[in-house]
């Protein structure tokens, strides 16, 4: 089974500082997703990307940047974190095209608290 | 922007029952149809999915997927306290991208 690993769990940082999210996937997927989880908003995607190298803007950027830096790592920058940033962040891959129709498979989850 | 939608936001049923979740999609052209569960304080992970107009069952669980009408639906026959959740319509528009709905919260009193 896919496998996605996130760091750190949990984050606890000041309006306007750095923070950067880390994911890991070891499934060779190509694709690899960023998403943020509100009640009442469910999830939403931040920034997605289908390889090294690559970016794709998602429905919710303002304010996020990301790289990825090889197949199996996706990083998401928060360079003036804000309190509207708070959230439970979760990392995705998927075999876009493949087998399992982009089927997501997730990441435990960032927990992000900006005071 | 393709727009999802879910009903009930909430739903308690006591164990035993048949649990109907529902969600709308917008756009005709969407391919894929996916039903997501979360355990609290859990990664969202795929449950089921479907292609094409029908029914699709496996367990307790079955898709009902009319495209005509731009409506899916999750059925749960029996369910057990284990099912609560918050279960996630999710629908692919491409091979790359997913658009969830706000989810329904589901609890299942034993």
């Known amino acids: 089974e896919a496998a996605v690993t996130q760091s750190p769990r949990n984050k606890v940082t000041v309006t306007g500082g750095n923070v950067t999210l880390s994911c890991r996937q070891t499934n060779s997927h190509n694709y690899m997703y960023w998403y943020r989880q509100d009640t009442g908003h469910g999830l939403r995607l931040i920034h997605y990307?289908?390889?090294?190298?690559?970016?794709q803007i998602g429905d919710v950027p303002d304010g996020y940047k990301a790289t990825r830096t090889t197949q199996e790592d996706f990083f998401l920058l928060l360079e003036l974190a804000s309190p509207s940033q708070t959230s439970l962040y979760f990392c995705?891959?998927?075999?876009?095209?493949?087998?399992?129709?982009?089927?997501?498979?997730f990441g435990p989850g960032t927990r992000l608290t900006v005071l | 922007q393709q727009n999802v939608q879910q009903s009930p936001e909430s739903l308690i049923v006591p164990e035993g029952a048949r649990t109907s979740l529902n969600c709308t999609f917008s756009d005709s052209a969407s391919q894929y149809f996916w039903w997501y569960r979360q355990h609290s304080g859990k990664a969202p992970k795929a449950l089921m999915s479907i292609f094409s107009n029908g029914e699709k069952e496996e367990g307790r669980f079955t898709i009902h997927l009319n495209k005509a009408s731009l409506h899916f639906s999750l059925h749960i026959r029996d369910s057990q306290p284990s099912d609560s959740a918050l279960y996630l319509c999710a629908v692919t528009p491409n091979a790359y991208k997913v658009i969830f709905g706000k989810g329904t919260h589901l609890h299942v009193l034993p």
């Open positions: 995705a891959s998927s075999d876009a095209g493949g087998r399992n129709y982009a089927e997501q498979f």
């Open positions: 990307s289908y390889g090294a190298g690559n970016l």
